[in-house]
C-alpha cells in the first residue's frame, strides 16, 4: 500500500494523505507534483544561485505554496518553503533528511514542518518551511553561527563548540535554557550520524522579544552518506572530531562547560532514550532503502553503546 510522504501513513490510492495535505494548508485538498525532475530542480537551482544561497552540494530553492493552485512555485524572493531535490552520487538525502527530522522532532528538538513531495518523474523532493517567515511579507531577524563568530561559507568549520557556547552565553536572553537546548541538539547529532553541525547550520532567532536557538534544520546522517568519513563532529569539543566517549560529551561537555545540573542531563538523557523506540519504527516506516535503514541502525546502535545508554 502506498505511504504518504508527509506523515508516514499507509493511503489506500494517491501521493498524499488528507493529514498530510492539511499540515501544509487546511484549504489544500490535492497537491500536484513538482513540474521538474530531479535534473531539472538542480539546473534550476543553479539559475537563481546570484540569487539565493547554495550551500555546499545541496542544492536549494526558494518556493511558496500556491493553495488556489494546489502546487508550490518556485521564486526568487518571498518564498517561505525551500525545496531540496536529491544529490547526484549521494543516495536518497532527502529521504535521509526527513526522517532524521522526524527523529529529532521525537527526541524534543524543535523542528520546522516539513516533508517530501514528488517530482515529474516520481523522485522524491524534501521540503521545509521557513521558520525566519511570518504571515505573508515578515520576516524574524536570524543570524547563523558563522555570521556571529565573523566566519564565511569558506570557515564554517573553523571554530569549535565551546566557540558557539561562547555566543549563546553572550547574546542569548535566556542562556542556560539554551545550553541545554545545545547539549540536547549535540548528543542527537553524535548518535544519528550527523558529522556536518557546522556553524551555518545553527542560528539564533528573535521571538516574541527573546534571543533564542531557532528550530533545528540540516539535519542528516551524513555518516551513511559519506564514504569513509573521517570525523564524527563538524565542530570539535575539547579539541577533538572523532573518537568521542561519554567522558568527553557528558562529563567535559555538558557537566562543565554547560554547566549542566546532573538532574537537567539526565532529563536530557531520559527524553532521548524514550525516543529510541519511536526512532526504530520512523527508521522502519522510512522511505529509505533497506540497506540505508540498517546502516542507520548500526550507526545508532555503536554510538548508543559507546555513551552506555
Not at 520512523?282 to 548500526?298: G, H, I, M, P, V
Request: with cysteine; charged share 30%; aromatic share 8%.
Amino acid at each position: 500500500m502506498p505511504r504518504c510522504p508527509i506523515t508516514y501513513e499507509e493511503i489506500p490510492a494517491g501521493r498524499y494523505s488528507r493529514a498530510g495535505l492539511r499540515r501544509l494548508s487546511r484549504r489544500l485538498t490535492e497537491l500536484e507534483d513538482l513540474p521538474f525532475t530531479p535534473d531539472e530542480l538542480r539546473r534550476e537551482a543553479l539559475a537563481r544561485a546570484s540569487k539565493m544561497s547554495i550551500q555546499g552540494l545541496q542544492p536549494k530553492l526558494s518556493a511558496i505554496l500556491n493553495v488556489p493552485e494546489h502546487r508550490f512555485d518556485i521564486v526568487d524572493r518571498g518564498g517561505n518553503y525551500i525545496l531540496k531535490p536529491p544529490i547526484p552520487d549521494y543516495p536518497q538525502v532527502p529521504e535521509n533528511e526527513d526522517v532524521t527530522m522526524r527523529m529529532a522532532g521525537a527526541a524534543g528538538i524543535e523542528v520546522p514542518m516539513h516533508g517530501m513531495i514528488y517530482t515529474s518523474d516520481g523522485a522524491r523532493c524534501y521540503f521545509i518551511r521557513r521558520f525566519d517567515r511570518v504571515g505573508r511579507a515578515g520576516k524574524r531577524a536570524v543570524e547563523d553561527f558563522a555570521q556571529l563568530l565573523g566566519r564565511t561559507r569558506d570557515t564554517k568549520y573553523d571554530a569549535s563548540l565551546e566557540q558557539v557556547l561562547g555566543v549563546i552565553n553572550r547574546y542569548c536572553t535566556f542562556p542556560a535554557v539554551e545550553r541545554l537546548k545545545l547539549f540536547r541538539r549535540v548528543l542527537f547529532a553524535f548518535l544519528c550520524g550527523n558529522e556536518d553541525m557546522h556553524l551555518k547550520n545553527v542560528s539564533l532567532i528573535t521571538r516574541d522579544n527573546k534571543v533564542e536557538l531557532s528550530p533545528a534544520y540540516d539535519l542528516v546522517n551524513t555518516t551513511i552518506v559519506l564514504a569513509n568519513p573521517q570525523e564524527e563532529m563538524a565542530l570539535p569539543i575539547a579539541g577533538k572530531k572523532s573518537n568521542i566517549k561519554r567522558e568527553t560529551l557528558l562529563d567535559y561537555f555538558a557537566r562543565e562547560r554547560l554547566a549542566l545540573t546532573q538532574r537537567a542531563i539526565k532529563s536530557v538523557l531520559d527524553d532521548v532514550t524514550a525516543a529510541r523506540p519511536r526512532w526504530d519504527a520512523l527508521l522502519d516506516r522510512s522511505f529509505l532503502n533497506e540497506d540505508l535503514r540498517t546502516a542507520y541502525k548500526e550507526i545508532l546502535g555503536e554510538r548508543w553503546k559507546r555513551l552506555g545508554m
